[in-house]
């Protein structure tokens, strides 16, 4: 053994022990070796070995050598620790070159950096200060504490970076990091990249788990899938494809070419959108929830722009208003506030919260209306409703149309109930039966055809081509009746009550061009073939035999030609009779303007008319034409009160009656 003589007092132990494993004899190397350097060697060439700096040691190989003070290289071939303590153990071509540098094995390797390290590998470089590579190909750590430990063509640029496998991945963040995968990038500082091809981490605090050419901003994350991109400070992206969270808190679970924007949310599906401030699509293609807060569930080609506005689910459906929403169907409409559809297709509610429950083609426009069900039906005043049917209208304020065809309700809270062609055109009017119409203030028509009820408070109960002209006036049924009077009421056919508190019954067969109609206000006019009056069990029938009968009883006969008016007073003064005031003919000729302008002879006659004043031969000798006349006036007047006996006794029975049918008329109205 050949010591050099500044060594022989200085020798490690382990060092020793470790050189007398491998070599049998020491060499003394020398063009100016370090002092208390050591070299030993054994096989090859070991005077290819230098130990250059102070205390330097190369334990075997050749080719090796350690030209820093302390430094080391242990075996192994073209090996160089060229820096303070730095040190190679084994390897090929491998460098350690900064003070307190390693390489322990590999070939190719370079540990520049101070207190760097190599593991093992091929062509790998720690070139920062404690970065280190632990194996792999052509991995580079190149920033503080920086490392990569296998893989190849990894590069840990950021200070305490980290790449642990894969290939041509990047972590150039502080404390970045990448685990596996090929081509991707973790930039931003805390940034993370699992696994995957061709992902970036760019920002601060961004992650990537894995999957391919996906993309996370500042403390965001993206889970897996392809190219997805959470562009938004903590966006998040579940996986899925072609996936872009672009606003700040944005979130999308799955799905493919999904968007959302500030603080909104989409859970899967293809090609939705969630751009609104806050807004959400949970599934289904093709959605968009653009408004405030707006949502959509599912469905297809669904469009939520309204604030707080949503659609369930269902096809090509709109809530455009704020606060509105679509439950289902096929290319529904919510346009006005607080509106909302359910169901049905091509269904529209425009007016604030207005409603349209199912059904095709219905829309409510008036203020908080409503449609339910139908075809074409549309509620167009305010708090109006239409309920089944098809092409009915409810435009008045508080109108309602429940079922039928083509019924109008325009008056301010009319209804029109079943049929078709009705209208109920005045303000609380109603309706039921066809193409009947109720155009005064609280009408009805209840039932029947082509009937008219246009005066304030009148109806129609049934029947054909009626009209109810006259205010609180009634048509109980029948056709081609009329009731144009106040209170007035016809039924039958062709019966007219043209004057006020009138009833006209008409129930003869129809007579073209022929009807019965009132004359007088108040009047009971019946017009039938047979006419029976009943009072308990008694009953009495009148027919076109007996008519002439009731005629004769009825009549009141008119007075005598030459009898006077009953208590006559001219212009009503007691002084002014007939006997004392127009005696042979004084005054006769004047008019009497308290008894409808006629004259004094008209009152008067026995002593204004010639023929009643002249004497006359008497078949009782001697007496004159005016006693004659009052024998014959006696005899007339004893049968008129025979008479009038009878018929005040009918008068009592009809005034029974007409009792009765007053009762009727008030029930009626």
């Not at 022989?8 to 190397?29: C, D, G, M, N, R």
């Not at 930039?187 to 091809?197: I, K, L, R």
């Not at 290319?331 to 919260?353: F, K, L």
């Not at 109720?438 to 029947?448: D, F, L, N």
Request: charged fraction near 15%; include cysteine.
């Amino acid at each position: 053994m050949i010591f050099n003589s500044q060594v022989i007092t200085v020798f490690f132990p382990t060092v020793v022990l470790l050189l007398l494993q491998y070599s049998a004899e020491f060499i003394v190397l020398g063009q100016q070796p370090g002092a208390y350097s050591f070299v030993g060697g054994q096989g090859g060439d070991p005077s290819t070995n230098t130990a250059y700096g102070d205390y330097a040691v190369v334990g075997a190989g050749e080719y090796n050598s350690a030209e820093g003070r302390y430094a080391s290289v242990v075996a192994g071939s073209r090996n160089t620790a060229s820096s303070f303590a730095s040190s190679v153990v084994a390897g090929t071509d491998n460098m350690a070159s900064r003070n307190a540098s390693s390489v322990v094995a590999g070939t190719n390797n370079t540990a520049s950096g101070r207190s760097s390290s190599v593991v093992a590998g091929n062509r790998n470089t720690a070139s920062s200060f404690a970065s280190s590579v632990v194996a792999g190909t052509d991995n580079m750590a190149s920033r503080s504490a920086s490392s990569v430990v296998a893989g190849t063509n990894n590069t840990a640029s950021g200070r305490t970076s980290s790449v642990v496998a894969g290939n041509k991945n990047t972590a150039s963040g502080i404390a970045s990091s990448v685990v596996g995968g090929n081509d991707n990038f973790a930039y931003g500082t805390n940034s993370f990249v699992g696994a995957g091809e061709s992902n970036s981490a760019y920002e601060i605090n961004s992650f990537v788990g894995a999957g391919n050419k996906n993309q996370a901003a500042e403390y965001s994350f993206v889970g897996a899938g392809q190219s997805n991109y959470a562009h938004g400070t903590n966006a998040g992206i579940g996986a899925g494809g072609t996936n872009h969270a672009f606003g700040h808190n944005s979130f999308i679970g799955g799905g493919q070419s999904n968007t959302a924007k500030e603080y909104a949310f989409v859970g899967a599906g293809f090609l939705n959108s969630a751009s609104g401030h806050s807004a959400s699509v949970v599934s289904g293609s093709y959605n968009s929830a653009a408004g405030q807060c707006s949502s959509i569930v599912a469905g297809q080609a669904n469009t939520a722009s309204g604030r707080f506005s949503s659609v369930v689910a269902g096809i090509i459906n709109m809530a455009s208003g704020n606060t509105s929403s679509v439950m289902g169907g096929t290319e529904n409409s919510a346009e006005g506030d607080d509106s909302s559809v359910m169901g049905g297709t091509n269904n529209m509610a425009s007016g604030i919260a207005s409603s349209v429950v199912a059904g095709i083609n219905n829309t409510a426009s008036g203020i908080t209306s409503s449609v339910m069900g139908g075809t074409e039906n549309s509620a167009e005043g305010d708090d109006s409703i239409a309920m089944g049917g098809t092409a009915n209208m409810a435009s008045g304020i508080a109108s309602s149309v429940v079922g039928g065809n083509k019924n109008t309700a325009s008056g301010i809270a009319s209804s029109v109930m079943g049929g078709r062609f009705n209208n109920a055109e005045g303000d609380d009017s109603s309706v039921m039966g066809a193409a009947n119409t109720a155009s005064g203030r609280v009408s009805t028509v209840v039932a029947g055809n082509k009937n008219t009820a246009s005066g304030i408070a009148s109806s129609v109960m049934g029947g054909r081509f009626n009209n109810a002209e006259g205010d609180d006036s009634s048509v109980m049924g029948g056709r081609n009746n009329m009731a144009s009077g106040v209170a007035s009421i016809a039924m039958g056919s062709n019966a007219i009550a043209s004057n006020d508190r009138s009833l006209v019954i008409n129930l003869t067969e129809e007579e073209e061009g022929q009807s019965s109609e009132s004359t007088d206000d108040g009047q009971f006019l019946v017009k039938s073939d047979v006419f029976t009056i009943q009072i308990g069990i008694e009953k009495a029938t009148i027919n076109q035999d007996n008519i002439g009968k009731l005629q004769a009883l009825l009549a009141v006969p008119s007075r005598g030609e030459c009898e006077d008016e009953a208590n006559y007073l001219y212009e009503g003064k007691p002084t002014k009779d007939c006997l004392t005031w127009a005696p042979k003919g004084k005054n006769c000729n004047k008019r009497d303007t308290t008894s409808t302008g006629k004259t004094v002879k008209f009152f008067c006659p026995s002593v204004c008319k010639d023929k009643c004043t002249l004497p006359t031969k008497s078949p009782i000798g001697g007496q004159n034409r005016n006693l004659h006349y009052v024998v014959v006036e006696n005899e007339q007047q004893a049968i008129i009160e025979e008479l009038q006996a009878i018929n005040e006794e009918l008068r009592d029975k009809i005034n029974k009656l007409q009792q009765q049918m007053d009762e009727i008329h008030r029930m009626l109205n």
